[in-house]
């Protein structure tokens, strides 16, 4: 039976939308229902990033690559503040080391939570949501504890943090890990097994593994498609050599490898994974000064560096240009979602716009860091 | 205009009348999702479970047809400028802005250098209640809405503007 | 007898009353005023390009038919199901026989395909979908 | 593979088309613009090379009159190996050839680098502005961009270094 082909419409999956997880515009070309290619449109939520690291001192960027990625604005820190010693050669003390690889985690988990929480909204659920929020709120009394900030910090600085942990820190986080390892039992039977979910998701929105490397999408999404590559194993930086902790890849749980069930397996095991780090990692937090090795004044060598590390959502890479003056010459952000979302385009050819819309969830973008 | 709206001298029945109109509207103004940056999360995380926006009436609506109230989470751009101002436009009467973090209200961070960022969403769009922060804290945001709902209640609709 | 048309003739008054006295309080107090760009279709903040007024696929006007089809069958069903144990044997197979015919329509319509209403033509189709990829749609480039 | 090699087997695969320059790093090659295409596609099917993850285009601004410079890094997820390539555009029109087709993620990098630079790359399916709105003026990053002033009738100030908002 020949498919009648209906005319095209343009739909504005707009700026403003509950599920695009920010101000993203989709420009859609359906026949009501099926669609048959996607224009995004970004740079609504463009800060000017790049111009604002030309104007001001090393030591200010930090504030600005909190706000690029909003929800893992530790790991921004910790992205900028490793290329940033690669380029000085600074020697980081243990301690300091210890406390950003925690801190590090403590935020991966924050970041997938509401990832999760928002992608079962998209779906449909609401009370995962809810569920995930409060023990995100949890880790974010944690941040505030320790920093005094609960969403943008500003705590890593080039060659140290900028507050001591408080002093029953460990016991505090050992507590909230207890609290929350039965927890993720309770998100799997929400959510992770819901008939419902199972069936909007699996087989959905399938991005093979070369596709998905041509496209340069990386993290969660490049692993779901069942390719291990990641950046804490690959390119080590700080001290995740020291920790031992698997890489989960896509299962093909209930579906083919690489659809939207694995993206979101893959980011529940991760959690997992970042709980079995901060287990190990809490144990041995040597002591000693984190304001040591704190350069007086941040002068860089001519040159300059590019050093990719792992955010929740990808490599997010800093490419830091610098010609001796306390003010950089260039920070290029390579942010993972940019990437993740290039291939929105040709992953939901042929798809229904409810599916596009489960897709885009299960890439998780956050809108901060690809307009920068 | 209404029919009856602005056409009183100022007497005893229009203000309670008045009295209980402020007091209706103002006790559940359905905020309008408006996130754009991380402001958007903090409001987020003030409608979960932990600061729950439905105690004082406040539930998220995705269309600007059924909302009041259109918080401005976030930093307002110049290409989403001229989206904020029609947006605001396609809000049913009566309705209020809150311009949620410094951002929104001044630029904030982006203001010496952001080429593309609109200093204060106040260009664009009348504000009601500015709520300061960079991310405002969830009280802080329902402070800003309790400051609105009185603002709400203090309104005359029924009585003519003494002009 | 006539008590009953009492309380219908109440309840049919109640409810114009319930409807329009909000709608005329509403005429009266609500601020009304229109201005081009409220009075304009509401697309996520976007101006809508084109309109909605395409000619659509067949298949959404093939299922709305078989939909009515079966809905009045039920319709028929209803009084029938009211008075069945009234009734006798007969009346049970009339109703048999106007249902056999309605199936029948039903096994024409689901042998030609109309009632897999999914019509993808899905680029990466795997797994359930993978009999949807379409050949033709790897021919375009992306 | 070591870095080295992989210099080594560029160079003698091209070898009028590279520039020796004294201050890169171990990492860096400098090429010319004009067999960009050819060697990026021989860097992608050349077995024992075998880039097949463009990492990042970063777009530069040498100083106020100098040239522009795009910098690719690539990656190998087979060889695990890495390589960061230079190529210099003269200022007033800047021009390379497109390796979108090469790899996917080229097509939004370039057009991020065109919005911010004015880098031109040709072959280009659809070189638009990504970031800035499309009749924005001007290119941002460039050190010696002036900041328009009106945009669709909303001021944007300017500030200047000694009083304030102007």
């Known amino acids: 039976m020949g498919v009648v082909k209906g005319d095209q419409m343009v739909l504005n999956i707009g700026p403003q939308h509950p599920s695009t997880h920010g101000v993203l515009r989709l420009e859609v070309m359906t026949d009501g229902e099926i669609v048959s290619q996607i224009r995004p449109h970004l740079g609504y939520l463009h800060r000017c990033f790049e111009k604002h690291s030309e104007n001001v001192t090393y030591e200010q960027v930090i504030p600005f690559t909190d706000r690029c990625d909003y929800l893992a604005s530790m790991n921004s820190n910790f992205g900028y503040v490793v290329a940033m010693e690669e380029l000085m050669e600074i020697k980081i003390p243990e301690r300091v080391e210890y406390i950003r690889v925690i801190m590090g985690e403590l935020n991966r988990i924050a970041s997938h939570l509401l990832a999760l929480g928002v992608y079962g909204l998209d779906i449909g659920a609401f009370t995962p949501f809810l569920y995930m929020l409060r023990d995100r709120e949890r880790i974010l009394d944690i941040f505030e504890y320790t920093c005094g900030a609960r969403l943008l910090y500003n705590y890593m600085w080039v060659g140290g943090v900028s507050h001591d942990l408080p002093k029953d820190f460990e016991t505090i986080c050992i507590d909230f890990l207890d609290y929350f390892e039965p927890q993720i039992k309770e998100y799997n039977n929400l959510l992770s097994y819901n008939k419902i979910f199972v069936e909007r998701t699996a087989d959905v929105g399938v991005i093979p593994a070369d596709v998905a490397v041509s496209y340069g999408v990386t993290g969660p999404n490049l692993r779901a498609s069942g390719v291990k590559w990641d950046v804490r194993k690959d390119e080590p930086y700080s001290i995740y050599e020291k920790f031992d902790f698997d890489v989960p890849t896509g299962t093909a749980e209930f579906g083919t490898l690489g659809d939207c069930y694995d993206r979101y397996w893959v980011r529940m095991l991760e959690i997992e994974e970042s709980v079995k780090i901060l287990r190990q990692a809490l144990k041995e937090v040597p002591s000693g000064d984190v304001h040591q090795a704190l350069p007086k004044k941040i002068r860089p060598p001519i040159g300059s560096v590019y050093r990719r590390t792992e955010s929740p959502r990808g490599d997010l890479g800093y490419y830091i240009v610098s010609d001796g003056t306390p003010v950089p010459s260039r920070v290029k952000m390579r942010s993972p979602a940019f990437t993740a979302l290039s291939c929105l385009d040709e992953v939901s050819r042929g798809w229904m716009i409810s599916d596009v819309i489960a897709i885009l969830g299960s890439l998780d973008i956050v809108l901060g860091e690809i307009d920068r | 205009m209404g029919v009856l709206e602005n056409k009183f001298k100022d007497n005893v029945i229009v203000a309670s009348m008045d009295k209980l109109l402020g007091w209706a509207r103002s006790t559940s103004p359905w905020y309008f999702q408006f996130g754009l940056a991380c402001c958007a999360i903090e409001m987020m995380a003030s409608a979960a479970s932990r600061h729950d926006l439905e105690r004082i009436g406040m539930m998220p609506r995705s269309s600007p047809r059924q909302a009041d109230v259109m918080i401005v989470a976030g930093t307002v751009t110049m290409k989403m400028a001229l989206r904020v101002k029609k947006l605001y436009e396609q809000m049913a009467e009566p309705k209020y802005v809150i311009s949620m973090g410094s951002c929104a209200t001044s630029g904030g961070p982006y203001w010496q250098h952001g080429y593309h960022v609109l200093k204060g969403v106040d260009l664009v769009v009348p504000v009601d209640v500015y709520v300061p922060g960079c991310p405002p804290r969830p009280e802080a945001l329902i402070e800003g809405l309790l400051k609105l709902q009185e603002k709400i209640q203090t309104e005359r609709p029924l009585t003519r503007k003494s002009v | ?142 | 593979m070591k870095i080295a090699e992989i210099k080594a087997t560029i160079i003698n695969q091209f070898p009028d088309s590279v520039l020796e320059s004294e201050d890169l790093a171990e990492s860096q090659l400098e090429l010319k613009a004009d067999q960009w295409f050819e060697i990026a596609t021989f860097m992608k099917e050349d077995p024992n090379l075998s880039f097949d993850q463009l990492e990042c285009i970063t777009g530069i601004d040498l100083g106020v009159e100098a040239s522009l410079q795009s910098r690719y890094n690539f990656h190998s997820m087979e060889h695990r190996h890495k390589v960061e390539i230079l190529i210099t555009h003269d200022r007033n029109e800047p021009k390379v050839a497109s390796i979108e087709t090469i790899w996917r993620i080229g097509d939004w990098f370039e057009r991020e680098t065109y919005d911010m630079f004015g880098i031109v790359y040709e072959g280009h399916r659809d070189l638009r502005r990504i970031l800035c709105p499309d009749d924005w003026e001007g290119w941002p990053l460039r050190k010696d961009y002036e900041g328009q002033e009106l945009y669709h009738g909303i001021v944007i100030p300017k500030m200047k270094e000694e009083d304030g908002w102007e």
């Open chain 3, 1 to 142: 007898m006539y008590r009953d048309f009492g309380t219908i003739f109440i309840f049919i008054f109640m409810g114009i009353v319930l409807v329009y006295v909000p709608l005329l309080i509403q005429k009266l107090i609500a601020p009304n005023n229109p201005n081009p760009d409220k009075l304009a279709t509401y697309e996520c903040g976007e101006e809508s390009e084109g309109s909605a007024w395409v000619q659509f696929n067949i298949r959404f006007y093939v299922v709305a038919l078989i939909f009515l089809i079966f809905d009045v069958e039920v319709v028929f069903l209803f009084p029938w199901a009211v008075v069945f144990n009234e009734l006798g044997l007969l009346a049970f197979i009339e109703m048999a026989i106007f249902l056999l015919i309605l199936i029948v329509g039903l096994a024409y319509v689901w042998r030609r395909g109309d009632l897999d209403w999914v019509k993808y033509d899905v680029k990466y189709g795997r797994g359930r979908y993978a009999n949807l990829t379409s050949q033709n749609n790897n021919s375009q480039d992306s």
